[in-house]
C-alpha cells in the first residue's frame, strides 16, 4: 500500500491525440489538488503510453524499471500509473509483468483518480473500459495553455489497415458533439490559444451525426471556429484520403485562419503494397487527390507518413515509393520501418521483409524525403508570411515560432510568446527557416 499521493508527473509517449490525453489527465489531477513536479519528485508517475511500434511498447517497461531504480536511489517509492495505448493492449498484462498501481485505458482516463485512490488503498486498480458516455464530458474546463493547443474532436478508426492497432487501443471511430468542440475552442482560446490543431486518428471523418442529406462534416466545423474572435489559425490532423471531401477541399481555399497544410499519410507508393495494407485507395487515387488540393491551394505544404517493408514489398515497390515521393513533393514527412504487432493480420502474412533491406529501404526513403523539405524551405526563402511566437530559441534574443506552412522559424528581437508577427523569410536550413520581424499583426 502507498499513501494517496499530493504530487504528480504525466510523461507522454505518443502521438499528439497521446500528448493532449496527457494534458487533459494533469488538468483533472490538478482540480483534485494535486500539484504537478518534475518525475523524480512526484508521488505518483503516470506513463502515458504507445503501441503503435514494437520499440514504443517496449519502452514502457524500459522506463518503468528506470524511474523504479532511479526512486529507491534516494529512498523513493512512486506510484505508477499506466494510461495510453498499451495500457488499453497489454490491460492486466502489465500489472503481472511490471508490478504497477493502476492501468487506465485511453477512453477511461476520466475515472484515474478514483483508481489512484483505489490503489492507494490497496485494491488492484484496472480500467481499460471503452464506455459509450463519452470520457470529455467528465473532465474539468480547460484553463492555460500555450499559443498552439491541441482539441480531440474525433477519435478512433474503422479503416482497419492490416498493420495498425488503433482500431483496437482508441476504439470505433466516434465524433465529438459540435457544440462541446466549439466550447473547448472558447475555452482555449480565452485560457491563451492563437493557433487550434484539431486532433482525431481520422480526423476528416468527423461527423455531426445527423442524415446524410443535412450531415455536416470538419469543413463545416472549420468555417464555424474560423468565426472565434482571437482564433488566429486553424490545422487538423491526421486525415485520411477517403474522407478527403470537396466541402473540405474547398475550406482550404477560402477559409483565411485555415493553415495552408496538409498531412495526409500515404503509407507507400505502390498499389500492390497498398491494398495488402487495406488501404482502400490506389496510389493514382492518391496522386490526383492532390492535384484537386493543390488547384485550390497552390501552396499547400503536404507532409505524410510512410512504412517501409510491408510484407512481400518487392523492390520495385519500393521504387514506386520513391517515385510517389518525388512526384508529390512533400514540405515533411514521417517515414518508418514496419513492425509487426501481435493481433493485427499483417503480423501472420509470410514474406517478411529483412531487417537489412528494410534498413536500407528506410536510409534512401529518408533522404528523398530530407532533400525534398530543404527544397521547400529553399523555395520559401523571400516569402513574407505569418509566424505564431511559440519559445525562445537557443541564442539570446532569439525566438521560435512557427511559419502557415508549419516550419520553424527564427527571428531575433524583443517577441512575446503568444506573438503573431510578420515576417520575411530570410534564410533556409535543412530543418528551419530565419526571418526578419517586419511587424507585429496581434500581441
Ligand atoms: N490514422 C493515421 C495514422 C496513425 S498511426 C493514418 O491513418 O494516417 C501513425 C503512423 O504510424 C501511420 O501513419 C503509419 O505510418 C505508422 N504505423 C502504424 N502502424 C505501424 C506499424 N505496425 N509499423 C510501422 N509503422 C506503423
Ligand atoms: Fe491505423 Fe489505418 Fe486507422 Fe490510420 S487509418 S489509424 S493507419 S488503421
Ligand atoms: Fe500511439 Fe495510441 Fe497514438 S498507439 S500513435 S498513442 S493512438
Not at 377 to 403: D, Y
Request: proline share 5%; hydrophobic share 40%.
Amino acid at each position: 500500500m502507498k499513501p494517496a499521493p499530493k504530487t504528480f508527473h504525466v510523461k507522454s509517449f505518443g502521438c499528439q491525440m497521446n500528448v493532449y490525453d496527457g494534458e487533459r489527465m494533469a488538468e483533472l489531477m490538478a482540480a483534485q489538488g494535486m500539484i504537478a513536479t518534475a518525475a523524480g519528485e512526484a508521488d505518483l508517475v503516470v506513463l502515458n503510453t504507445c503501441h503503435i511500434r514494437e520499440r514504443a511498447t517496449e519502452k514502457v517497461y524500459s522506463d518503468i524499471g528506470r524511474l523504479r531504480k532511479d526512486a529507491r536511489k534516494v529512498g523513493r517509492d512512486p506510484m505508477i500509473a499506466v494510461a495510453g495505448c498499451v495500457a488499453q493492449a497489454e490491460g492486466a498484462e502489465i500489472v503481472a509483468r511490471a508490478k504497477v498501481d493502476v492501468v487506465v485505458g485511453p477512453q477511461a482516463y476520466h475515472n484515474l483518480p478514483g483508481l489512484v485512490a483505489q490503489a492507494a488503498a490497496g485494491q488492484a486498480a484496472l480500467d481499460t473500459d471503452m464506455p459509450l458516455a463519452s470520457k470529455f464530458g467528465r473532465l474539468p474546463a480547460r484553463r492555460r495553455v500555450g499559443p498552439s493547443a491541441f482539441l480531440t474532436v474525433q477519435e478512433g478508426c474503422d479503416k482497419f489497415c492490416t498493420y495498425c492497432v488503433v482500431p483496437y487501443t482508441r476504439g470505433a471511430e466516434i465524433s465529438r458533439p459540435f457544440a462541446a468542440i466549439v466550447d473547448e475552442a472558447r475555452a482555449l482560446v480565452d485560457a491563451g490559444a492563437r493557433e487550434i490543431t484539431l486532433l482525431g486518428q481520422n480526423v476528416n471523418a468527423w461527423t455531426d451525426g445527423a442524415e446524410e442529406h443535412n450531415r455536416r462534416g470538419l469543413h463545416d466545423l472549420i468555417r464555424d471556429l474560423d468565426r472565434i474572435p482571437g482564433l488566429s489559425r486553424i490545422r487538423y490532423t491526421t486525415s485520411h484520403p477517403n474522407d478527403m471531401t470537396q466541402g473540405l477541399i474547398d475550406a482550404h481555399g477560402d477559409v483565411e485562419s485555415l493553415m495552408p497544410f496538409l498531412h495526409l499519410p500515404v503509407q507507400s507508393g505502390s498499389t500492390r503494397i497498398l491494398k495488402a495494407m487495406n488501404r482502400s485507395h490506389g496510389r493514382d487515387d492518391y496522386l490526383r487527390l492532390l492535384d484537386r488540393v493543390r488547384a485550390v491551394r497552390p501552396d499547400i505544404a503536404l507532409s505524410g507518413d510512410f512504412i517501409v517493408g510491408f510484407p512481400r514489398e518487392t523492390s520495385d515497390d519500393f521504387a514506386d515509393t520513391l517515385s510517389l515521393v518525388d512526384a508529390v513533393g512533400y514540405a515533411q514527412a514521417f517515414s518508418f520501418k514496419y513492425s509487426p504487432r501481435p493481433g493485427t493480420p499483417a503480423a501472420d502474412m509470410d514474406d517478411e521483409v529483412p531487417e537489412a533491406v528494410m534498413d536500407e529501404r528506410l536510409q534512401a526513403l529518408q533522404a528523398a524525403l530530407g532533400r525534398d523539405q530543404q527544397a521547400f524551405n529553399r523555395a520559401s526563402v523571400g516569402r513574407t508570411c505569418t509566424v505564431l511566437i511559440e519559445r525562445p530559441g537557443k541564442l539570446p534574443g532569439q525566438m521560435l515560432g512557427k511559419s502557415p506552412w508549419l516550419q520553424s522559424v527564427h527571428v531575433m528581437g524583443d517577441h512575446t510568446i503568444g506573438d503573431l508577427v510578420e515576417v520575411e523569410l530570410t534564410a533556409a536550413g535543412p530543418v528551419s527557416l530565419s526571418g526578419r520581424v517586419r511587424r507585429l499583426l496581434a500581441a
